[in-house]
C-alpha cells in the first residue's frame, strides 16, 4: 500500500547562488558528507546538490510533514547503489515518522527518482508498506 508520495522541483541556478553565497554552512547544514562527497566529485556539482535537495524535500513530503515537526535536513540522505539507483536513508526524526506511519507487520520501502534537465532539477518519492515476511522480525 502506498503511505506516502511527494514530489519537488528545485532551481539548479538558485542551489548554485546559494552555494556561493553561504558555500559549506550550507552544505553542512543540508547534506550528509556522503551527499556532499558524491557531489563534489560530479562535473555538475550544482544539479547533484539541487537533485539532492528536491529529494528531501520530496521525501519530507510524502512523510506528510514537509519540513517542520523536527525533521533536519540530514535525517533524509541520498546515496546511489552501483546501478546508480538512488536510494533514500532516513534517521532522526523522520525515521521516527516512518515507523509511525508504518502499519504492524509491514516494512517501509522508499522509492525515488531524480532527474534534470538545466535549470531544472526534479524528484518523486513515493513510501510504500509492504507485508514483512513471516520469518522477519519486528523492530
Avoid at 562535473?43 to 510533514?65: F, H, I, N
Wanted: aromatic share 6%; with cysteine; hydrophobic share 40%.
Amino acid at each position: 500500500m502506498i503511505l506516502g508520495i511527494g514530489t519537488d522541483l528545485a532551481n539548479i541556478d538558485r542551489i548554485a547562488g546559494t552555494l556561493d553565497r553561504f558555500g559549506d554552512r550550507f552544505r553542512n547544514r543540508v547534506f550528509t558528507d556522503i551527499e556532499q562527497a558524491k557531489a563534489e566529485r560530479r562535473a555538475d556539482t550544482p544539479g547533484t546538490y539541487a537533485k539532492r535537495w528536491a529529494a528531501k524535500e520530496a521525501c519530507s513530503k510524502a512523510l506528510g510533514t514537509g519540513l517542520r515537526m523536527g525533521i533536519a535536513w540530514k535525517d533524509m540522505a541520498v546515496s546511489n547503489l552501483r546501478t546508480g539507483q538512488p536510494v533514500m536513508h532516513m534517521t532522526g526524526w523522520a525515521k521516527e515518522r516512518l515507523d509511525s506511519m508504518t502499519p504492524p507487520g509491514h516494512e517501509a520501502i522508499i522509492h525515488v527518482t531524480l532527474t534534470d534537465d538545466h535549470p531544472w532539477a526534479q524528484a518523486f518519492v513515493v513510501i510504500e508498506a509492504r507485508p514483512k515476511a513471516p520469518d522477519t522480525p519486528e523492530t
